[in-house]
């Protein structure tokens, strides 16, 4: 019941260099920004009550924890894991952190699909890999499983297309099937691709 509820009488308001400091009757104070100062009312406010305090304190955080992923992000799109292990690694871990990711999440800060399609993009022409290897190496790169079979399936790559594209790039005029097949294999490629790509009839361990 709402008369139930104890308030916590405010007796000053300071204002600092960045957002303000409320300070409770009982000795307690908090920081908050300028943003939950000023949306929030708090400058009309004259008591808390607990759980609003406990809100507030929260919220900053959230913003806070906003604003080092949009520092983060201004080199360029992340994947989610990654600004969570950065948030966690500063202390915004956790419910602040997920709430942080999921409001930039909805306002198109973050984009693992985008991520994931652009950095795959960049892999297929500068080291080109067999559908399984890429899988492994956008794992390795943040991503999950989902995203990272999403993005393969929608890239459309043929793996024997791939590797008879490195073939032809890598190694031109070269004829050592044994050099050929063992760098396809570094790459991820099966054996029976491999040895197709490099018309060997059987193919030795390598």
């Known amino acids: 019941m709402d008369w139930m509820v ?20 009982d000795g307690s ?3 908050v920004s300028e943003e939950l100062y000023f949306t929030k009312y708090l400058y009309e ?3 808390l009550s607990k759980e609003e305090i406990e809100q507030l304190i929260f919220q900053d955080k959230v913003i806070e924890a906003e604003i080092m992923c949009r520092r ?6 992340k994947p989610k894991s990654r600004l969570l292990a950065f948030l966690d690694e500063n202390g915004l871990g956790g419910d602040i952190g997920e709430a942080a990711l999921l409001k930039l999440e909805k306002e198109n800060y973050i984009d693992d699909l985008k ?16 559908k399984y290897a890429l899988e ?6 943040g991503l999950s499983m989902e995203t990272a079979r999403t993005v393969i399936e929608k890239s459309n790559i043929d793996d024997r297309e791939t590797a008879r594209k490195i073939v032809e790039q890598k190694f031109k005029a070269k004829k ?14 099966d054996k029976d691709i491999i040895a197709e790509v490099t018309n060997m009839e059987e193919l030795w361990n390598i």
């Not at 983060?72 to 799109?77: D, E, M, V």
């Not at 050592?176 to 490629?189: C, D, Q, T, V």
Request: charged residues 25%.
């Open 45 to 47: 406010k004259e008591e």
């Open 29 to 31: 104070e908090i920081k």
């Open 136 to 141: 492994q190496w956008l794992l390795v790169n």
């Open 176 to 189: 050592n099937p044994m050099k050929i097949a063992a760098f396809l294999a570094s790459r991820g490629f």
């Open 115 to 130: 991520y994931a399609n652009k950095i795959t993009i960049r892999k297929m022409i500068t080291s080109p890999l067999s």
């Open 72 to 77: 983060k992000l201004a080199t360029g799109l």
């Open 6 to 25: 104890q308030k916590m009488k405010i007796n000053r308001k300071s204002e600092l260099n960045k957002g303000f400091l409320l300070c409770f009757e």
